[in-house]
């Protein structure tokens, strides 16, 4: 049973215009909530995160959105560039150190 | 700073071989976590080990097991390997401490082949 989900394998997007990745999760316990990218032959980096008690944080061109009534999250870049294009993994996690990722959404920026 | 290492970067193995994972987390970090990742399946969480003890496990069989040392670097064992456990096994360290954020450094992932 899949905890975390994101339903869009990929996405392209012109350089310049707004990513707008998502996520949707099921169980409504989770303290906080991550944005990791992945680029081939590298291990996933941390990119941003959001407490369950926020709707939303930015750090620079990226803004996590947080919708706990739908349980649903969302990674917002503006301007998408080139080098964004990548894997993006949405996580979840609780009271542990554990985190349940999603399937990944891989990012294609068209110059 | 040095990142997470982990060793080998590729291995090939034949079906019922066992095989070790070594990772050596970010100096300072004690808590070391292992996830496999495989297409279509997004990262699987495997274990987590803090103080040499094992603190959180996924939903792995019995044959994926792992160890911590006291210098917190991590070990991962895999025994009667199947075909499907072909896949990038990826470590990753944190400072975990009580007040968790969920922020994991991750190294560059050993990847399995299982003939």
């Known amino acids: 049973d899949q905890q975390v989900k994101q339903n869009s394998p990929s996405l392209s997007v012109q350089e310049g215009r707004i990513s707008i990745l998502n996520c949707d999760y099921t169980?409504?316990?989770?303290?906080?909530f991550l944005w990791y990218k992945k680029y081939p032959a590298e291990g996933p980096t941390f990119l941003i995160s959001i407490s369950s008690i926020k709707d939303k944080n930015e750090d620079g061109r990226f803004t996590v959105f947080l919708n706990k009534s739908a349980k649903h999250l969302s990674l917002h870049i503006v301007p998408s560039q080139p080098g964004d294009s990548a894997v993006y993994f949405c996580?979840?996690?609780?009271?542990?150190?554990?985190?349940?990722f999603g399937t990944g959404t891989l990012l294609a920026v068209q110059p | 700073k040095a990142g997470v290492t982990q060793t080998p970067r590729y291995l090939i193995k034949t079906r019922g071989q066992q095989v070790t994972l070594s990772c050596s987390p970010i100096?300072?970090?004690?808590?070391v976590s292992w996830y496999q990742q495989t297409p279509g399946q997004g990262l699987q969480f495997l274990f987590e080990y803090f103080s040499e003890t094992q603190r959180n496990k996924g939903n792995f069989p019995g044959r994926f097991s792992g160890r911590q040392f006291s210098n917190s670097r991590s070990e991962m064992n895999v025994s009667t390997l199947e075909l499907g456990d072909s896949a990038l096994y990826l470590c990753?360290?944190?400072?975990?401490?009580?007040?968790?954020?969920?922020?994991?450094?991750f190294g560059e992932g050993s990847r399995l082949t299982v003939l």
């Open positions: 100096s300072g970090h004690r808590s």
């Open positions: 990753a360290s944190s400072l975990a401490t009580t007040s968790n954020t969920g922020e994991l450094f």
């Open positions: 169980n409504s316990m989770f303290d906080y």
């Open positions: 996580a979840v996690g609780g009271a542990t150190n554990k985190l349940i």
